[in-house]
């Protein structure tokens, strides 16, 4: 989808679609005490005012957050339709509305064969932040993940026109980064939506190489000797069990004139399927775990954005790509390992894989000079049963990361949600043959998943997200479809650009 901004009168503009934002400003409560929602279009132009008129006074409309309304011939307009869309109450919409708006505008089009529109910026929003907003929002929406269909129609939003006032270059500019966020966004959605048997870890690490040689950054591909040549003895004990070779992937982002320090360590979980190994998983579902990569997928497409946004700040992005499969070179229950960091973990459930990959992953990110350490994954059903499928768990042992994170959420209109990990659950995790045992017991099994890395990352500052309910929509949204979410990807390229100074 390409991107334009436009500082003409949407009432002149000739498009086979406007968009405007419809608000109600009635008092947040009214809507329960059975008052009637007090509909206004979020734009000053008169025409476009006078156009939507009849309709916000017919009495027809809730005004509920993504209702809309499709009108054709729209008079006074050179555009051919006008889509009225609602951004729910006025006084509770903002920019993380905004992008749900822009998707759901972006899905009803474009099922209807229209293939290019333009969307009127709402009053309201700061006019950058907006275009940030409908562009981020857009993109999203416009991703369908359904490839290996005959019928696939592949309809999808070609040109989108941004229709803002304010100074072009710098409105241009925001376009521009959304843009790349979005497509970013949208690449890791990709990756994750590959079925294991298209998705194998060298499969992943020939896309990571080929993103990497398109957007200039440095890739390298390491298989089965180096890993074992580096020591990852905790990774190589969930490799050991397939066929398929893992594959670890370090991409490098070093650009000129960026400080030495802070250098910022993004590790990826990159497991392309998880079939729990000896303890292994249920029948019912298991299909769904083609996507335990996408901690992975999401440190690939935050590099991608990284590279193209060029903040002034070191990045390394690490993947630990492995399949989690029984077999006769699989490990078993009670083994003990070694990891790269030299801890020694008896492995308790050959299913809690993610943290014995990620555990030689984060300890290689500061063995090359990582400062700063993030890891995604795919971790526990346990963080779902928390946090359900709305918020990502957010685990840090430094505040001022926490801080970070917290504010680039709300910049990126993502959803994350802080647990502890204060010493006290490290009791669950030790083991009376290792150092550790991979597993906490049936209690707090996002917080002992978390524990089990903090003893990786040791003193140097780290955020874990836990992204099990979250990378995946279960079901479709007006502005999103059902499959890989690209999740924390936003946050992650806000989080890296607040290291820019
Ligand atoms: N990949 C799973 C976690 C997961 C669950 C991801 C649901 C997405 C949706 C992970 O490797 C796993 O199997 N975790 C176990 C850990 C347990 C054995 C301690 C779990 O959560 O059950
Ligand atoms: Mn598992
Ligand atoms: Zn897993």
Not at 292 to 310: H, S
């Amino acid at each position: 989808m390409k991107s334009t901004i436009s500082i003409s009168s949407p009432s002149s503009l000739e498009t086979d679609a406007l968009v405007a934002v419809v608000l109600d400003h009635s008092e947040p409560s009214a809507s329960n005490n059975g008052q009637k929602p007090q509909l206004k279009l979020a734009a000053s132009d008169p025409a476009l005012q006078s156009a939507s008129a009849d309709l916000l006074a017919s009495g027809e409309l809730t005004g509920k957050l993504l209702e809309t309304n499709l009108l054709h011939k729209p008079t006074g307009l050179k555009a051919k339709r006008l889509l009225l869309v609602s951004g729910g109450n006025a006084k509770k919409f903002s920019a993380y509305e905004l992008r749900r708006v822009a998707g759901t505008a972006v899905r009803t089009l474009k099922s209807r064969g229209i293939r290019s529109f333009a969307f009127v910026t709402p009053s309201g929003i700061d006019a950058e932040e907006s275009v940030r907003a409908i562009v981020e929002g857009a993109n999203v929406g416009n991703f369908d993940p359904d490839y290996y269909r005959s019928d696939r129609k592949d309809q999808k939003i070609d040109e989108l026109t941004v229709v803002a006032s304010g100074d072009k270059s710098k409105l241009e500019s925001a376009a521009r980064e959304a843009q790349i966020i979005g497509e970013s966004q949208n690449f890791t959605r990709d990756l994750v939506n590959e079925p294991s048997n298209r998705m194998t870890p060298t499969i992943l690490g020939d896309r990571a190489k080929k993103m990497c040689a398109e957007v200039g950054l440095k890739c390298e591909v390491y298989g089965p000797e180096k890993i074992k040549e580096l020591k990852m003895g905790a990774f190589w004990s969930v490799a050991q069990g397939s066929d398929e070779p893992p594959a670890l992937i370090i991409m490098k982002y070093e650009p000129a004139g960026a400080p030495e320090k802070p250098v910022l360590g993004l590790v990826g979980k990159g497991i392309t399927f998880d079939t729990g190994g000896i303890s292994i998983k249920p029948a019912d579902g298991m299909e769904k775990m083609k996507y335990d990569m996408a901690g992975g997928a999401t440190m690939i497409g935050v590099m991608r954005a990284v590279a193209l946004l060029k903040p002034k700040i070191k990045v390394i992005g690490i993947v630990c790509a492995t399949e989690n499969m029984p077999s006769g070179h699989a490990q078993k229950p009670g083994d003990v390992q070694i990891a790269m960091s030299g801890k020694s973990i008896e492995v308790i459930n050959t299913d809690a894989e993610g943290r014995l990959v990620l555990a030689d992953g984060l300890h290689y990110a500061k063995q090359l000079g990582c400062s700063h350490l993030v890891d995604a994954a795919t971790l526990t059903g346990a963080v779902v049963v928390a946090l359900g499928y709305n918020n990502a768990g957010i685990f840090t042992n430094d505040d001022e990361m926490y801080e970070r994170i917290h504010r680039a959420n709300e910049k990126a209109g993502e959803k994350m949600w802080r647990l502890p990990v204060d010493d006290e659950y490290k009791e669950q995790i030790r083991s009376s043959i290792a150092d550790i045992m991979n597993t906490g017991g049936r209690w707090g099994g996002a917080i002992t998943a978390a524990m089990f890395l903090k003893e990786f990352a040791e003193d140097t500052p780290w955020i874990h997200l836990d992204i099990a309910g979250t990378a995946w929509m279960e079901e479709q949204k007006p502005w999103i479809a059902k499959g890989p979410s690209g999740i924390a990807v936003r946050s992650l390229v806000e989080f890296v650009k607040s290291f820019s100074p």
